[in-house]
C-alpha cells in the first residue's frame, strides 16, 4: 500500500514527533486522504530526508504523527549530472500550471516565470503556484522542492548569472542535438510565449550569445514546448 508524502515547514531533524494545527494539513488527512489514528506517513522538510510518521492522534484541531524511522531519500538531488532551470513567459493560467506540474515530476530545478513582449497573462499567482510544485513534489517523490522565483523581466540582470548555460527555443533556430548540452552544471532553458519571441528579443539573446534551439518544424505550444525540452534534457 502507497505511503503519501507530504512536505512540512517545520525542520524535523531530531524530534520523535511533528505536531500541527494546520486547518489544511488536518483537512487533507482527515476529509481528503481518509487517514486515521494509526496509518503511515511521510514527511519532508526540504532537507533530503524522508522521516517516516504514524498517526498517533487527528482531530479536528489537532494532529500528532509519531516519527519512526528517518531514511535519506533515494532519489538523487539531480536526476541528472546537471540542474535544469527553466525561464518561461507567462502564458495563460492553466496552461502555465500544468508547466509547473509537470516540469516537477520532470525534475527541474527552478522556475522563473519571465515578462516578454508577448506575454498573455501578467498576473502571477505565487501561492497558488507554490502549491502546485509542492503537490507534484509529493506526488513524484521528490525530496526537494524546486524553487520558485519572482516574476521578472527578460533582460541583462535576468541572464548575469555566470554559471548558467543559457538556450533560448524558438521555431526558427539551430536544430536541437543533445551534445549542445553536455559538460553543462546548469542549464537555462528559456521558452517563450504563444506567438513566439519578437524580433527585439532574438537580437537580444543574438547580442547575450545565447545559442536559439528548435525543437523542429513543428509548432509547439510553449507548455509543450517546456515539457519536451524537460523530458529530452531530464529523462
Known amino acids: ?31 481528503v486522504f481518509r487517514l486515521k489514528v494509526g496509518d503511515k506517513v511521510i514527511l519532508l522538510d526540504n532537507s533530503g530526508f524522508e522521516f517516516y510518521g504514524t498517526i498517533s492522534l487527528l482531530s479536528k484541531n489537532k494532529a500528532i504523527i509519531f516519527i519512526d524511522e528517518i531514511k535519506e531519500n533515494i532519489k538523487p538531488k539531480k536526476l541528472k549530472e546537471y540542474e535544469v532551470h527553466l525561464y518561461i513567459s507567462l502564458i495563460k493560467k492553466n496552461n502555465f500550471e500544468l508547466v509547473l506540474e509537470k516540469g516537477t515530476e520532470l525534475g527541474v530545478t527552478c522556475f522563473i516565470p519571465i515578462i516578454s513582449d508577448r506575454s498573455e497573462n501578467k498576473n502571477f499567482n505565487m501561492e497558488r503556484a507554490q502549491k502546485i510544485i509542492k503537490e507534484a513534489s509529493e506526488q513524484s517523490e521528490r525530496g526537494f522542492l524546486p524553487t520558485l522565483e519572482n516574476v521578472t523581466n527578460l533582460n541583462n540582470q535576468l541572464l548575469s548569472d555566470k554559471d548558467i548555460s543559457f538556450f533560448a527555443f524558438h521555431l526558427f533556430g539551430e536544430k536541437y542535438n543533445s551534445n549542445n548540452f ?54
Open 1 to 31: 500500500m502507497k505511503i503519501h508524502r507530504f512536505f512540512v515547514e517545520e525542520k524535523l531533524n531530531n524530534k520523535k514527533e511533528f505536531e500541527t494545527s494546520n486547518v489544511e494539513f488536518i483537512h487533507q488527512w482527515k476529509n
Open 182 to 235: 553536455m559538460n553543462k552544471k546548469k542549464i537555462g532553458i528559456i521558452v517563450g510565449p504563444e506567438g513566439g519571441w519578437t524580433d527585439r528579443e532574438l537580437d537580444f539573446f543574438k547580442t547575450k550569445k545565447i545559442p536559439i534551439i528548435s525543437l523542429g518544424s513543428q509548432t509547439l505550444r510553449s507548455e509543450t514546448a517546456s515539457i519536451a525540452v524537460s523530458s529530452l534534457l531530464l529523462l
